[in-house]
């Protein structure tokens, strides 16, 4: 049975982030977060012979897909970029488009359990054939990894308070609900910003689940092999570790953002940064979508 096309929010800088790669009419590009396929339509628009590939884990996805020959989507985590591509008899690219994070289609969901908005299963995957979910999180990891994940990516200073509370409730009851989740920390979060802090833990669930951080070092480095010299990165990111890892690996080439130099004292870094602050999303397009609100895109050229 053919899926039914999902209803997408416009991409956030999404004529910034296309231009950005500065697009040959005649080059080969990647879109590994294809989502809508917003991003996908607007690099196409823009070839002529050229070539686009195109990566989503998330299954609901392919109902998006473009009939058009110069495209190809795959239906993976964009950690396979460059088996991929070689599979495809793609030995480089002249540009790659990253929009990290969660769809607006993935929050709009209940059963996905990216919301607190909806008192859905606490799920989390992006790609569902994934086997743990984020009630795996809570009811299986030891208390101090969950302390370690809440730190680290809900940059909660209380984790290992709220992870030895998590351990005494999951002796009695598993948790299962999102609800679950608000119930047991309601006397935790401070008032007036309770949303703000269920999402944290959600998001620190999620990071975990999807394995974020490894999967975007890992598509960065095969995105930095693949590229030609003078081809391009842009990559929009919507929390600060992300963006942190992006930041270090544009200006040093690696993630640690340690930088060397050579003996006359120049940085060695593989990429020229096209814009050395952040390029962030106009007030219109903020009061347009509140989720534009923490955007930051990063741009550079590999030398």
Request: with cysteine; net charge negative; charged share 30%.
């Amino acid at each position: 049975m053919e899926k039914k096309r999902q209803t997408y929010h416009k991409p956030v800088l999404l004529t910034e982030s296309v231009e950005a790669l500065n697009i040959n009419p005649n080059g080969v590009y990647v879109d590994v977060t294809f989502g809508s396929g917003g991003h996908s339509r607007e690099i196409l628009s823009r070839l002529n012979e050229g070539k686009l590939f195109a990566f989503d884990q998330d299954s609901d996805a392919l109902a998006n897909t473009i009939d058009d020959e110069r495209f190809t989507l795959f239906n993976s985590n964009f950690s396979y970029l460059s088996n991929f591509l070689k599979f495809s008899q793609c030995d480089a690219i002249d540009g790659l488009l990253a929009d990290l994070g969660v769809s607006s289609h993935q929050f709009d969901v209940a059963e996905r359990g990216f919301s607190i908005r909806f008192d859905g299963p606490i799920d989390l995957r992006m790609d569902n054939r994934r086997s743990s979910t984020g009630a795996d999180v809570l009811n299986s990891y030891e208390e101090e990894e969950i302390a370690n994940i809440l730190y680290n990516y809900g940059d909660f200073r209380e984790s290992r308070r709220m992870a030895k509370h998590i351990a005494n409730i999951r002796q009695e009851r598993v948790f299962e609900n999102i609800s679950d989740i608000t119930e047991a920390f309601a006397n935790f979060a401070p008032r007036g910003k309770e949303n703000s802090y269920f999402a944290r833990i959600l998001q620190a669930l999620r990071i975990e689940v999807n394995d974020e951080m490894g999967v975007l070092k890992s598509m960065l480095e095969q995105a930095l092999e693949m590229l030609r010299p003078g081809g391009r990165l842009s990559i929009i990111s919507y929390h600060s570790l992300e963006d942190r890892l992006v930041k270090n690996f544009f200006r040093s080439g690696n993630f640690n953002g340690e930088i060397e130099k050579d003996m006359y004292g120049n940085i060695i870094t593989p990429f020229k940064l096209i814009s050395k602050k952040p390029i962030v999303p106009a007030a219109e397009e903020i009061e347009q979508n509140n989720r534009a609100r923490s955007a930051k895109l990063r741009i550079a050229e590999k030398l």
